[in-house]
């Protein structure tokens, strides 16, 4: 690995990164900031810790109080209510004035040499935005077949060589990039979310560049509120909307008849492979779900709502809401 410092040079002035954490109602908080005070970081790098409370009241704030003092960087609490995850994102834009802003999620736990890698590949190929991995871990009462596919890890998708949207379980974006600069999440999708996706893309759109960094790791225990196949199928189903939202807003006419007739297209072939596969737990879920998505998409481009997974109904029980939207 590149370090940072030799990337960017022994006398070179500080650079300064804040990490946001977006939080709602999560335990496994504290291991997420204990994580991130265990990072390899060089001496020209200062980090501080930004925790985004998005309760309606200030359930992390004790939390956070208690930890700070053991942890070796700054620690900033904002309360940023409520349930409307775009608003606590936000909130970490807003409160960072670093060179670099990063986001982790609050149920993850960042490898030692996280950082030091995104600013790696931030510097070798000044892009605008560094994504890295997300490597699920699963219960032993995870589905076999669940845990034979890694349905929960996150990797960038390529489309034609490059990186077209990307995603804030794992990110790092360069603060003076006229790409970022000014740009917020949407509001009216901090419920349902894809504000990553539609961020990301819009980003992309404008002329910003997406790089990823694949030893950038960070791990996300999968509870079982989420090791279910119907976590799943919503997941991808919304999935499918943002892409389908998003696909509409340049097409229409005969073009927009083309994206049904694609997406319909696509859905009945992850069908028949399902039937295909029905004996293979993993490739017929994994068809399904490819399915489940598709439809999505045709959901979206008929401009129908985005299913909700954020808030106060969304997020019960708390241990199976997910502070991610992709």
């Known amino acids: 690995m590149t370090s940072v410092a030799g990337v960017m040079g022994e006398n070179s002035q500080q650079v300064r990164i804040d990490i946001g954490v977006c939080t709602y109602r999560r335990k496994e908080l504290e291991a997420t900031l204990r994580s991130l005070g265990r990072l390899a970081l060089p001496e020209n790098c200062r980090i501080r810790v930004i925790v985004a409370d998005n309760d309606v009241s200030p359930s992390a704030k004790e939390r956070v109080a208690r930890l700070a003092p053991s942890l070796p960087f700054e620690l900033r609490y904002v309360h940023c209510p409520a349930s409307n995850i775009s608003i606590a994102r936000n909130a970490c834009l807003d409160a960072s004035d670093g060179d670099f802003i990063a986001f982790i999620d609050d149920d993850e736990m960042a490898s030692e040499d996280w950082l030091a890698h995104l600013m790696a590949r931030a510097e070798d190929t000044d892009a605008d935005v560094v994504l890295g991995p997300v490597q699920a871990s699963y219960g032993k009462d995870a589905p076999r077949w669940m845990r034979r596919g890694d349905f929960h890890s996150t990797y960038p998708v390529w489309v034609k060589g490059e990186i077209r949207t990307g995603y804030t379980c794992n990110v790092l974006l360069r603060r003076a990039s006229p790409f970022v600069t000014g740009r917020h999440f949407s509001l009216a999708l901090g419920r349902s979310g894809g504000e990553d996706t539609q961020y990301f893309s819009e980003l992309h759109e404008a002329g910003g560049r997406i790089a990823y960094a694949p030893e950038a790791w960070v791990h996300e225990p999968v509870p079982a509120g989420r090791a279910q196949f119907s976590w799943l199928a919503k997941r991808r189903f919304r999935v499918g ?75 019960a029980p708390a241990s199976g809401g997910k502070s991610r939207a992709t």
């Open 241 to 315: 909307q943002t892409h389908g939202r998003l696909t509409a807003r340049k097409a229409a006419g005969v073009g927009l008849a083309k994206q049904f007739v694609l997406a319909a297209a696509k859905a009945a072939y992850s069908f028949g492979a399902a039937l295909l596969t029905f004996f293979s737990a993993t490739h017929r879920n994994r068809s399904i779900l490819r399915g489940i998505m598709h439809m999505g998409v045709i959901s979206g481009l008929m401009g129908i709502r985005e299913i909700e997974q954020y808030g106060e109904t969304a997020m």
